[in-house]
């Protein structure tokens, strides 16, 4: 059985730092497609980056320079490092999955399209 459980999250003032990790059981992360993305209540949820089983990974616009996923193959983890944080940061993130999608594909709405898998999110709240 799948699993992706994220764990991270907190409250932090604006410009602090967090990181997110995503503990993956049941398949290998290193061959997967894998990305974060974030929600807030009444929105729709909304890409935040991905990273391929070459370990590229891409970024929205929002978030490029501040934020730095990795991934840890020999943990079997996803992070999601956020620097300079700001208030819009706010919200639930989650981390998701898909075998499917080779390098070229694996970008947010690609992934957001056809992820198999999501995780139960964990709670972000920056405060100005």
């Not at 981390?95 to 080779?102: E, F, G, T």
Request: hydrophobic share 30%.
């Amino acid at each position: 059985q799948v699993q992706l459980v994220e764990s991270g999250g907190g409250s932090v003032q604006a410009g602090g730092s967090l990181r997110l990790s995503c503990v993956v059981s049941g398949y290998s992360n290193s061959s997967y497609c894998m990305g974060w993305f974030r929600q807030v209540p009444g929105k729709e949820r909304e890409g935040v980056g991905t990273i391929d089983s070459d370990g590229s990974a891409s970024y929205a616009d929002s978030v490029k320079g501040r934020f730095t996923i990795t991934k840890d193959n020999a943990k079997n983890t996803l992070h999601l490092q956020m620097n300079s944080l700001k208030p819009e940061a706010t919200g639930t993130y989650y981390c998701a999955a898909d075998h499917s999608l080779l390098p070229p594909e694996c970008v947010i709405d690609w992934l957001m399209a056809s992820r198999d898998y999501w995780g139960q999110g964990t709670q972000v709240t920056v405060s100005s």
